[in-house]
C-alpha cells in the first residue's frame, strides 16, 4: 500500500496570505488527523477528521481550520499567516473509527517570511 | 488538558550499550501511549505501543514498561546500534486519535 502522502513538501509565504495543505491518507483509511511541529512547542493536536466530520480540536486559533473530502484526503488551511506559524505541518492516517496507530507523512515544511 | 513531559532531551550512548528514555502523563484517563521515531526530514514513525491494561510489551530489541499507578511509562533500547539514532517521542491519548506528544529525545549511538 502506498504510505500517507502530503503537497507540497515545502511553502513559503509571507504574512497576512493564506495556505492550504493537502493530505491524502492510506487507501482504506478513514480518519485523518493534523499536528503542527515546532522546536519550541514540539508536536502539537490539531485537529481530527473521521468521515467528513471534524471529531476533535486541539487548542488553536479559528486561524486554522480543516475538512475531509469523500474520498477521506484532506486539506487544512491558515489564514492571515503569522511567523509563529512557521512550521512543519504533519498529517497522520487512521485506519479506523477508533483504532489507535497512526501512520504519519512526511510532513509540509511551511515559512512565513 | 493532557501534559506529557520526557526526559531525557538528548541521550548518547555507545553502540551495544542500553538507551531509556521516560516519560510522566497528568491525565489519569489517558490509556493508550505510542512511541514514535523520526528521522531527519521524515515524519514520526510508530516503533512500538502499549494499552493501560498492559503493564510491559517486548518487540525484539525494543521494550516499553508502564506504571498506571504513578502515570508513568518508559521505552527501553537495548543492544543499541548506529541507526537507532533519531528522536523518539513519547505520547499519551483518551481519544486515541489526539495524541499529546512528549518534546522528544535525541538519542546519538556512536560506534
Known amino acids: 500500500k502506498a504510505g500517507v502522502t502530503q503537497t507540497p513538501r515545502y511553502l513559503i509565504k509571507t504574512r497576512g496570505q493564506q495556505v492550504t495543505l493537502s493530505c491524502s491518507p492510506i487507501?482504506?483509511?478513514?480518519?485523518v488527523s493534523w499536528y503542527q511541529q515546532t522546536p519550541g512547542q514540539g508536536l502539537q493536536f490539531l485537529f481530527e477528521y473521521f468521515s467528513e466530520t471534524q471529531r476533535n480540536k486541539g487548542n488553536f486559533p479559528g486561524r486554522f481550520s480543516g475538512r475531509q473530502f469523500s474520498n477521506s484526503r484532506s486539506e487544512m488551511n491558515v489564514s492571515t499567516l503569522e511567523l509563529g506559524d512557521s512550521a512543519l505541518y504533519l498529517c497522520?492516517?487512521?485506519?479506523?473509527?477508533?483504532?489507535?496507530?497512526?501512520?504519519f507523512g512526511p510532513g509540509t515544511r511551511l515559512t512565513v517570511l | 488538558g493532557e501534559n506529557v513531559e520526557q526526559h531525557p532531551s538528548t541521550l548518547s550512548v555507545q553502540e551495544g550499550d542500553s538507551a531509556v528514555i521516560k516519560c510522566t502523563y497528568s491525565d489519569s484517563a489517558s490509556n493508550y501511549f505510542p512511541w514514535y521515531k523520526q528521522e531527519l526530514g521524515k515524519g514520526p514513525q510508530l516503533i512500538i505501543d502499549?494499552?493501560?491494561?498492559?503493564g510491559e510489551k517486548k518487540d525484539q530489541r525494543i521494550a516499553v514498561t508502564l506504571n498506571k499507578t504513578a502515570k508513568h511509562f518508559s521505552l527501553h533500547i537495548t543492544e543499541t546500534q548506529p541507526e537507532d539514532s533519531a528522536v523518539y517521542f513519547c505520547?499519551?491519548?483518551?481519544?486515541?486519535?489526539?495524541?499529546?506528544f512528549g518534546k522528544g529525545t535525541s538519542l546519538l549511538v556512536t560506534p
Open positions: 487507501s482504506g483509511h478513514r480518519s
Open positions: 505520547a499519551a491519548s483518551i481519544t486515541g486519535y489526539a495524541l499529546n
Open positions: 497522520a492516517s487512521i485506519e479506523g473509527a477508533a483504532a489507535n496507530e497512526q501512520f
Open positions: 502499549i494499552r493501560s491494561n498492559v
